[in-house]
């Protein structure tokens, strides 16, 4: 395949241009329409339309080049370089101008001469049925827009000063934004939705209560009821008659009487109208007591609530989850968090809940129950609920019987703001609470001179008096001693005493008086201002849509409507069930250890039908990495359905691996959703408009993640205000330096004007024309048109498959640099030498490589020493060399894909060796043999703990990979050597995996060394194995030492003792690499897939897909793979030194990843982990996590980097002094740490799949090479079948395909 590089503008006459029927095309025209230009002066060079030339002074700045140079491709310097705005504004207003498209004027009046008009083709009229399907095409592509937007995207792209090296990725994110617009405009127009959100209301006997006309179901104020359904409102009677607290519940005392108001609040208050289905139901319960004392109502509501909490617990009607309490935050007292108090904690520790109850209360904070509410009772109709409780006490006098209002809400009427009373008698004495009674008669009437009944004394920081020790010690002691206020308190209370009152300057009462409405518009407006633009967008919809309806005249009329269409986009659809995930995860926790739970499974099934549908492009068509998505996706609940733990084939086990699971899947879905809302965000700019005034407006709310500062505990005398350390620059393996330089590429057109060998009046369409060919933008735009009009149907919405067009040809314009004849050249060195042509063993001079061909012809000398190294690092020195009546001889060789790494792969995951052990003895004597090699282990693995500078993780036995710890293996010798000889009898593999600090590097290497036992009988050649065996390993091992090369080719090669690359010996080895190819395909590991079908090609000598090979394995998607295998490492050290330090004593378990990791005793000795160098590895992590987002071939969401970077902020912490970062150790790290993984995995599966649908000679063989594996399989299942024992169990193992070990083997439902 040719090169994708473009190549110089100024060649633009030698290179010329066709259309794409081959006819020539007229250099002055283009996608984006003609261009405008003007003859040049002698001394200024050609302007472009859409940008004045630049001046005289930039121009003779430039360094000049002479025209023999062929490259006009110049790195951009940092402040050229396109990176995101940090202020959003900033971010929002580049969006915007980019557009902008500067219409250009016709070429004909330039230049003073007509030029002829260019031919098109005609349709014949004498072909009826060629004009019919023509005249279908053209109306597609009219409705669709298809040619016009990518007119209109050409021109924005010609219009720049410099030209980027991939214009791809950028029609990637502005195509995404027509494709999603095709979801949120296909069902409703602004007619309709304007009447949706104008309902006609009226007015009842009390002025500000209003009802819908013609329903009697719904009451509150006209503004929150124009935009409500009433009819979708019925469902939730029932409910809120099941909520309301039972008469017994309430606390009564003589002299009190107390009223429960129940108000429907949140967005299920918009159900049908802005949310089709609401994430969540949440309902207010407002305490209105009467009585001569305030705090003793508090004490009768805490008590109240309590016993409503323990009723919702006994009944079966709702789940309960616990009860969210705001608490003062110890470190910042002026901050309030939210602490939740599940059953346990509520149970054990009441008289504390019921203190921090009256603590929120007493400061204007509202209890919230969580749970699960069954929406209706005759059906299946859960959703994810709230139950809030507030107090409003009317204070009494016993003297003169005047009434006072303490209302310890935290806005007076501020439920009427957000919510609506199912009861119009509810909503009519909630506003009696606050208001007179005449002055809800006539709201325009100004009251009669008069004191106000309703006036608040009481301070919201004063704490009501605590409960005597007689009534079972809730309370504890209070001071009553009253603190001296300033100014601004006194004020601020007069404030609010007048908004409780409605005694203001203007004279106006009621819920819409400047004296309500100001304090909660304000509390609105910051929460917007806290929130995140992208990750928080539909919390901030929603208070969007209290800020707009408080005042409309304050918006455009369209606001409402771009904001109703934006709750129907595939964000908001993906949003909704990532909160059913959230609600799922609590009930797994909730019944974690119960056998079975139909509830649950019924609402995972739910789960998983709406997250699967949602990809599914089967009904929606959708994009290439939305595809790979659901193919992973689906392959996670594959791994949790049905699984061992399960009591059914069909159901998931309640336990913490599913946990862990839906985590897992929920913080996947979370890099999506920043990209759906990415692209739905444009169709919605009032959000945008809100969001950046409340920024301004309040800067101090914006989130501004900080990394902590270490408490030091030693180097105290250093010298305070040491100079910050010069952030350093990590390597990151092999890369290629070209392929990194590409960001920084970009076209100069003002340097390809000046170098073009055209005439200067049509330089500027040449050299854009030129640009256009070589990044192959025509074809790609034929070659989309020819697949889409050609097809079976013309779909609903073309973009998604414009979508992968694009993101298919900038990822081959980063890979397919270099033709393939040339690659593979550069890749095959053809250094190796024969030295021993018995045993078919190769060398490669100056190195200490030795082994087959097909392990060396592809070797990057220069990395393969730092390899070599590592290696030697893990030799057992002291293995004795016999043993009783044994013989005994080790061999240590690099195997796996550990060789490739270098010219072929540029990312080392981990170092695979493969120890080799040969006991030769009498025959009959192998257990005695085996009993002497588990001595030899355990020894080695015992010198390995004591080295100090190697960090052993631990050793991982068996088929489903038990790991013991090495504090484990010591503690428990016994067992431990039980399990061991139990493993190596039944053929499972064994290994230890280590840790090894790289060479003046800054990076943990991971090292698994695995025990391969071998025993040859002295009278015959039979050897017998204590390991899977895997025939390809021979043709990838690569020994340090000749004699160790040899020594295993005689006794651990091929059978017959034949040459390994002919005739069976090669087919067997084949046929075992073709199952891993077609396992790994199967779950779609298709990095995995390309590295066997590496070794594939190099055991057969094929080269012709190794170019596709390289590609894969250079690609972002690789970056990815390497990336989190940094993370999965960061874990693993993070969780050796919590297990020996003790600090997880509590956890019998913890998930590392997926994987359940059992916890061991804690041991005092010095730790061989350097805190230093694993604070430098989460650097570089973060480092080239952030380069790899930022980059254009990674195509990723804009705000995913700074997701991700606030996630690892978090868990790191700053050396006051050194000004060092350090990686925190504790239980969170893991946590988080898994989340960024899971994040980022989404961006490896989408590359990965377009880079495998680009490899066009790969994909052929794989798709070969798994249909004949499959016939193979099946042939082979025949014969087992056949050969099954009386006692119904098969061989397996003697009849699967030579080469296939069980650790690799398929479920049989697969097979």
Same mark, same amino acid.
């Given at each position: ?86 202020? +959003? ?219 409503? =909490? ?208 100001? +304090? ?16 928080? =967008? ?110 059914? +084939? ?279 043999? !085996? ?276 996630? !690892? ?103």
């Amino acid at each position: 395949m040719a090169s994708r590089r473009p190549t110089a503008a100024g060649n633009v006459s030698q290179a010329g241009s066709r259309r794409t029927d081959g006819s020539p095309q007229s250099p002055q025209t283009g996608f984006g329409g003609r261009r405008s230009v003007t003859e040049p002066k002698a001394s200024q060079p050609p302007t472009r339309p859409g940008g004045a030339a630049r001046s005289n002074s930039v121009a003779t700045g430039r360094s000049r080049r002479t025209r023999k140079e062929s490259a006009v491709y110049r790195p951009l310097t940092s402040s050229q370089s396109r990176r995101r705005p940090t202020q +959003p504004a900033a971010s929002r207003a580049t969006a915007r101008s980019m557009q902008t498209i500067t219409e250009r004027s016709d070429t004909d009046s330039m230049i003073g001469s007509p030029v002829a008009e260019r031919l098109r083709y005609v349709i014949p009229e004498d072909d009826p049925q060629l004009q019919r399907r023509m005249g279908i095409i053209q109306r597609y592509l009219h409705e669709k827009k298809l040619t016009a937007d990518m007119k209109e995207l050409c021109g924005m792209l010609l219009s720049m000063p410099d030209l980027p090296y991939n214009p791809y990725p950028g029609f990637v994110r502005r195509l995404r934004r027509n494709s999603e617009k095709f979801h949120m405009f296909r069902e409703d127009n602004d007619d309709k939705i304007t009447q949706l959100l104008e309902n006609p209301t009226y007015a009842t006997s009390l002025g500000y209560v209003s009802g819908v006309k013609g329903y009697n179901n719904v009451w509150g104020l006209s503004t929150i009821l124009r935009c409500v359904d009433p009819g979708a409102l019925r469902q939730y009677e029932w409910l809120l008659d099941d909520l309301t607290p039972k008469e017994s519940s309430i606390h009564k005392e003589e002299g009190y009487s107390c009223q429960v108001l129940m108000a429907l609040v949140g967005q299920s208050v918009f159900t049908s109208t802005f949310y089709p289905h609401p994430d969540i139901v949440a309902v207010r319960v407002s305490y209105v007591s009467v009585g001569p004392d305030a705090e003793q109502g508090i004490s009768m509501f805490v008590d109240s609530v309590v016993n409503d =909490v323990n009723n919702m617990d006994n009944q079966n009607t709702h789940v309960y989850f616990g009860v969210s309490v705001p608490t003062k935050d110890e470190e910042f007292p002026g901050l309030w968090e939210n602490v939740f108090w599940d059953q346990e904690m509520v149970l054990n520790n009441q008289g504390d809940f019921w203190n921090a109850i009256s603590e929120a209360t007493v400061n204007n904070k509202m209890a919230t129950f969580e749970g699960v509410f069954r929406v209706d009772p005759f059906s299946d109709t859960f959703r994810r609920g709230q139950k809030q409780y507030e107090l409003h006490f009317i204070e009494v006098s016993e003297k003169d019987k005047t009434e006072r209002l303490v209302s310890f809400a935290e806005f007076p009427l501020g439920t009427l703001h957000e919510g609506v009373f199912l009861q119009k008698s509810h909503a009519e004495a909630y506003l009696n609470i606050f208001m007179p009674r005449h002055e809800v008669m006539d709201k325009d009437q100004p009251p009669p001179s008069m004191q106000p009944r309703y006036k608040s004394d009481l301070s919201k920081n004063d704490q009501a008096e605590d409960k005597d020790e007689s009534k079972g010690g809730k309370k504890k002691s209070k001071d009553k001693q009253v603190k001296k206020r300033t100014k601004e308190e006194e004020k601020r209370d007069g404030e609010k005493g007048e908004e409780e009152g409605f005694v203001g300057s203007s004279g106006k009462y009621g819920p819409d008086s400047w004296q309500v409405k100001s +304090p909660i518009r304000e509390h609105i407006q910051r929460k917007i201002a806290s929130m995140h633009p992208e990750a928080e =967008v539909f919390d901030v919809a929603y208070n969007a849509i209290l800020l707009i309806l408080m005042d409309r005249n304050a918006y455009q009329p369209t606001a409402l409507i771009q904001i109703y269409r934006l709750l129907r986009s595939t964000a908001a659809r993906l949003s909704s069930i990532m909160e059913h995930n959230n609600m799922l995860r609590s009930l797994v926790a909730k019944y974690e250890g119960v056998l079975q739970s139909h509830f649950v499974q019924g609402e995972f099934k739910k789960y998983k039908d709406a997250l699967l549908g949602l990809l599914d492009s089967s009904l929606l068509e959708r994009s290439s990495d939305m595809n790979s998505a659901y193919i992973d996706i689906q392959q996670r609940f594959t791994g949790v359905i049905g699984s061992d733990d399960a009591v059914d +084939p069909h159901s998931i086990p309640l336990n913490k691996k599913t946990l862990s699971i839906l985590r897992s899947i929920n913080q996947y879905c979370s890099c999506i959703q920043l990209q759906l809302i990415e692209d739905c965000l444009i169709h919605a700019p009032i959000l945008d408009e809100i969001i950046q005034m409340m920024y301004l407006t309040f800067p101090e709310e914006m989130p501004r993640p900080q990394t902590r500062q270490m408490e030091r505990r030693q180097d105290k005398k250093k010298k305070k205000g040491a100079a910050p350390l010069v952030s350093e620059i990590f390597t990151h393996g092999a890369e290629d330096p070209d392929l990194l330089k590409h960001d920084k590429l970009a076209v100069d057109v003002e340097i390809g004007i000046e170098r073009a060998s055209v005439p200067k009046v049509i330089a500027v369409e040449a050299v854009l024309m030129q640009y256009m060919v070589d990044t192959k933008l025509d074809e790609t735009w034929h070659d989309f048109l020819v697949e889409l009009l050609c097809g079976a149907y013309l779909p609903p919405n073309p973009y998604p498959r414009f979508v992968t067009a694009m993101r298919q040809s900038a990822l081959k314009m980063e890979l397919w640099t270099e033709n393939p004849e040339r690659l593979v050249q550069k890749l095959v060195h053809r250094s190796e030498r024969m030295i021993d042509p018995d045993n078919y063993i190769y060398h490669i001079p100056g190195t200490e490589a030795y082994g087959h061909v097909s392990a060396l012809m592809i070797l990057d000398i220069g990395h393969f020493r730092l390899v070599s190294n590592l290696a030697d690092l893990l030799v057992n020195q002291e293995a004795p060399k016999r043993r009783g009546n044994f013989k005994i001889f080790q061999a240590l060789g690099i195997a796996g894909a550990s060789g490739l790494y270098g010219r072929m792969a540029p990312y080392l995951l981990k170092l695979e060796l493969h120890e080799h052990t040969y006991f030769k003895g009498p025959k009959g004597c192998s257990g005695e043999a !085996l009993q002497s090699y588990l001595s030899i282990v355990y020894d080695h693995l015992i010198d390995l703990y004591r080295t100090g500078t190697i960090l052993v993780y631990g050793v991982f036995l068996g088929d489903s990979g038990e790991r013991w710890s090495i504090h484990a293996v010591i503690q428990r010798k016994n067992a431990f050597m039980a399990e061991l000889e139990r493993t190596l009898q039944c053929q499972e593999p064994a290994f230890v995996k280590v840790f090894v600090v790289q060479e003046k590097g800054w990076r943990y290497v991971p090292v698994e060394k695995h025990f391969l036992l071998h025993y040859v009988e002295d009278d015959e050649d039979q050897v017998q194995r204590y390991f899977p065996y895997n025939t390809a390993s021979l043709y990838q091992n690569i020994f340090l030492v000749r004699e160790k090369a040899r020594f295993h080719f005689v006794y651990g090669g091929p059978e017959d003792n034949q040459d390994p690359f002919t005739g069976p010996n090669l087919r067997a080895a084949c046929m075992h690499v073709d199952h891993l190819i077609k396992y790994y395909l199967e779950r779609n590991d298709l990095l995995s897939v390309y590295r066997w079908l590496t070794s594939r090609a190099l055991m057969h000598q094929h080269m012709s897909y190794l170019p596709d090979c390289w590609r894969m394995q250079h690609s972002p998607a690789a970056t990815v793979e390497y990336l989190n295998t940094l993370n999965m490492n960061m874990q693993e050290l993070v969780l050796y030194e919590l297990e020996r330090t003790g600090r997880m004593l509590g956890e019998h378990d913890v998930l590392v990843g997926n994987q359940l990791i059992k916890l061991t005793q804690p041991e005092e000795d010095e730790s061989p982990l350097n805190t230093i160098l694993l604070g430098k590895m989460a650097n570089a992590y973060r480092q080239k996590v952030s380069v790899l987002l930022k980059s254009a071939a990674a195509m990723a969401p804009r705000s995913l980097e700074e997701m991700v970077q606030s996630k !690892l902020q978090i868990i790191t912490e700053r050396d006051p002094i050194t000004k060092e970062l350090f990686l925190l150790i504790d239980g969170e790290t893991l946590k988080r740490l898994q989340d960024v993984r899971d994040m980022m995995q989404h961006i490896q599966d989408s590359v990965v799949n377009d880079v495998h649908n680009c490899c066009r000679e790969a994909q052929q063989a794989i798709k070969v090479i798994a249909m004949e594996t499959q016939a193979r399989t099946s042939r082979q299942r025949v014969t087992l079948e056949s050969g099954r024992s009386t006692d119904g169990q098969s061989d397996s193992r003697l009849r699967i395909a030579p080469g296939w070990s069980e650790n690799d083997r398929v479920s049989d439902d697969r097979w």
